[in-house]
């Protein structure tokens, strides 16, 4: 079955929108593999502070139905379409990997953030630390620990 990781980023009732992301996840792919949740500040744009984590699980879907759940997902708690890019975030679901493909269509995969966004990264380190990226062919726990950017992240204590 194959392995699929998740970005999960809220700026909008951040408490609120990371747990009912995990529960939507749950239901639709059983087991989950959490990483901690961290708060970053945002990146492109001024707004309020971002809680953001990665989320592993397993699925039959393939990588279209994928993108459709966490767009109806997105829906379902306020995401509002056809706004700026850079803005705030009831709750974003980003499909970061699924297994080792690589491809643009029907998105980008690996994604492309996971090498440039420390709020990507460094999550995806924590719960894939051994996992390598297909294209740049290191582990996640060898490209956080060479990152090096001015983004602002810390984790914070968080229970769900």
């Known amino acids: 079955m194959p392995q699929i990781y998740i970005s999960v980023g809220t700026n909008c009732n951040r408490d609120y929108h990371i747990k009912m992301a995990v529960a939507a996840l749950t239901e639709a792919f059983g087991a989950l593999k959490l ?68 491809c643009q269509s029907p998105v980008e995969l690996p994604r492309a953030e996971i090498l440039y966004n420390a709020f990507v990264l460094w999550p995806l ?14 582990s996640y ?6 990152y090096q950017s001015e983004q602002r992240i810390w984790p914070v204590p968080f229970h769900f």
């Open 35 to 102: 990483s901690s949740v961290y708060e970053s500040d945002a990146v492109g744009f001024k707004g309020d502070p971002f809680y953001n984590m990665v989320i592993g699980a397993q699925t039959e879907l393939p990588i279209h139905q994928c993108v459709a759940l966490f767009k109806a997902i997105e829906d379902n708690y306020g995401r509002v379409r056809g706004g700026e890019k850079f803005s705030g975030r009831t709750l974003d679901l980003d499909l970061l990997t699924y297994d080792d493909q690589v």
């Open 141 to 146: 726990a060898q490209l956080w620990a060479q």
């Open 125 to 138: 380190a924590e719960i894939a630390p051994d996992l390598s990226h297909p294209i740049a062919g290191q």
